[in-house]
């Protein structure tokens, strides 16, 4: 569904240098990105700001020209067969509205189909199909500027849908929003996903979108890739580790040691440990039952934020 | 095609219409910019008989052509100087993944039927220079009336577009293309023979701005050109006016190519 191989944009930034000269020097905002998206797959395009993942979205919707590298979207190179792309992806850039200020939303709805040329019955049963999951009937008729940004994203939405686009992208979908609109934009995009027919390409900052979302992620930093795969792949890749951590009612007599345990922290009668690669929490949990009485334990699951963290922090260093 | 553009230009004149003050407010203010144009013009006369060897009449023709070609552009392509906004915003990424052309989009979407008065104006006084003047009708020269404020309207519409374009490159160029525009209605606005050298070659052949009201006005009078170029060019601005808008569309897909969009 969409192939990139080599994928290259640059900038030329001019910064100023002293009162009068200006320094011209090239930056290369994506630095040769290799990515290959099945028909119904979801995933997850994630990088700290500046990485080059909104350009990446721009050159694969045909709106900005690639320095180099090749791109096809649907079969089709989106620059030069920008009007026809457009007919078989939808966008949904979260800073960037489809819809018309002034009018009432159900009017934006209206001219999109003119604008697409959906045949009216076709359009007719899509618009129902959205209005009943993003529970927008009684937005129809208010004007979008009186809309708050999770009503107008729930239109957005809606938009760039009406004209059943292959591929869905989405630039921070969730940017701005309240924790019930973040929520219903990701309940409706996991049963859009589910259903398999429409592929999704989402960038986000908010990593519960993507844990919600998308089984496939990629990372880039500075232009470039630097992940590709599963949130599973991504912790044993990056040795994030699950842990155990117990509040006892007294302290330990010895130290209890396991192979393939570590222990992390202790304060107090809180002992942390860390299970190294696929170590059980059972053995620990049993030699821990049987050396003090325990007040209280968790088995906490890896975060991804944690792995992602220390993923940008090698990217800054090295 | 064209169906589609007229749903976009209606929905344009109704969210419009939401602001009736601000729409009243800057009709009134455009159609004293109508009469300002003439009066330039008339005030000449009041310290002299002839501009340039042009008569009141001739010359007061070609201040009308002008000024009529002028407001057609600015009706159509005016807004073209919006671009700016549109590439600050992140609005022009917006229209970008759309099915449809980007310049025919904001053409239509920022479309301000305000404009529509100074259109009507200016043919008022079109119409009443062509009556003044004094003109041997024919058949041919009733359809240079007609296509000579036409093709000054594409001409001055392509430099619009090919001028605003320059804000892909250089986002804060409205006041460069302003230069352009605006300044080329007031050339036009008095014979070519006011000018002389470099100015009227740059300016006069180099833009195009003679074809607008100069020589369409002397092969409407029936005069000859008193800078003895051939009868001929005063048909000629029909072309002048297609070569410009060619030069116009491939300017404004270089920018296009060249549009870097805005962050995120």
Known sequence: ?318 | MVETYLHLLRATVRAQSQYRLSFAVDAVGTSFGVLLDVVSVLVFFRVTRSLAGFPFREAFLMASLATFGFALADLVAGNVDLLRFNVRTGRLDALLVRPLGVLPQLLVLDFAPRRLGRVVESLVVYAVGLGYAGVGWSPARALLAVLAPLSGGVLYGALFVAFGSVAFWWIESAEFANGFTYGGRDFAAYPLTVYSGLFRRLFGYGLGFAFVSYYPALALLGRADPLHGPDWLGWCAPLVAIAAALAAGGVWRLGVRHYRSTGS
């Not at chain 1, 002293?18 to 930056?27: D, F, I, N």
């Not at chain 1, 709805?109 to 359009?123: G, N, T």
């Open chain 1, 1 to 318: 569904m969409i192939e990139t191989a080599g994928l290259r944009k640059e900038f030329v930034v001019s910064a100023k240098v002293g009162k009068l000269r200006r320094e011209r020097r090239v930056v290369a905002a994506v630095d040769g990105i290799d990515l290959r998206v099945e028909r119904g797959e979801t995933l997850g395009y994630l990088g700290p700001n500046g990485a080059g993942k909104s350009t990446t979205l721009k050159m694969l919707t045909g709106v900005l020209t690639p320095t180099a590298g090749r791109i096809s979207v649907c079969g089709l190179t989106p620059v030069p067969q920008r009007t026809q792309l457009a007919r078989r992806i939808g966008v949904v850039f979260g800073q960037r509205s489809q819809l018309w200020w002034d009018l009432p939303l159900r009017d934006s709805f209206d001219l999109l189909r003119h604008i697409y040329r959906v045949p009216a019955p076709e359009h007719a049963g899509r618009l129902a199909e959205c209005v009943e999951l993003l529970d927008l009937g009684p937005l129809l008729p208010v004007p979008v500027r009186q809309l708050s940004l999770g009503q107008r994203m729930r239109g957005e939405l809606t938009a760039a849908l009406l004209h059943r686009p292959e591929v869905l992208f989405l630039d921070e979908p969730t940017i701005g929003l309240d924790v019930v609109s973040k929520q219903a934009v990701r309940e409706f995009l996991t049963q859009l996903g589910r259903r398999g027919d429409t592929t999704l390409i989402l960038t986000t900052h908010d990593l519960a979108d993507i844990e919600r979302l998308c089984r496939r992620l990629v990372i880039v930093d500075h232009g470039r890739v630097v992940h590709d795969g599963t949130a599973e792949e991504l912790h044993s890749r990056y040795g994030s580790r699950r842990r155990v951590v117990v509040d006892l009612d007294e302290p330990l007599a010895e130290p209890v040691t396991l192979p393939g345990v570590a222990l992390e922290s202790a304060e107090g009668l809180r002992l942390t440990y860390q299970l190294v690669d696929g170590t059980n929490a059972g053995a620990l949990v049993a030699r821990l039952a049987a050396a003090a009485s325990l007040r209280d334990l968790a088995v906490v699951e890896p975060a991804i934020e944690d792995v992602i963290a220390r993923l940008y922090a090698r990217g800054a260093t090295g």
